[in-house]
Nanobody
């Protein structure tokens, strides 16, 4: 049974930082590229960062380049998202999943940027 459990979100001021974590179980984590997605209320979920199975390559959407850093620890079945220089528009629920052929979604973790 696939399970993804995100954590690390919170309420932060603009310019702050957060580190999100996602612990994965139910599939062979090290064989899959992984990604972080986010969703605002009333909007579609969007992929914001992705990392290859062994962590050798990463990709980001333009709006987060230079501020987001995705990483993974295959020994811990965990993918991370470091978010720096947070902006109001980063407010969303953040989810992790496979970068392609994604499966069930976890509960996500809420990131709220507010002064």
């Amino acid at each position: 049974q696939v399970q993804l459990v995100e954590s690390g979100g919170g309420l932060v001021q603009p310019g702050g930082s957060l580190r999100l974590s996602c612990v994965v179980s139910g599939f062979t984590f090290s064989k899959y590229a992984m990604a972080w997605y986010r969703q605002d209320p009333g909007k579609e979920r969007e992929l914001v960062a992705a990392i290859t199975s062994l962590g050798s390559s990463t990709k980001y959407v333009n709006s987060v380049k230079g501020r987001y850093n995705i990483s993974r620890d295959n020994a811990k079945n965990t993918v991370y998202l470091q978010i720096n220089s947070l902006k109001f528009e980063d407010t969303a629920v953040y989810y992790c999943n496979r970068a392609a052929d994604y499966g069930p979604w976890g509960p996500g973790t809420q990131v709220t940027v507010s002064s």
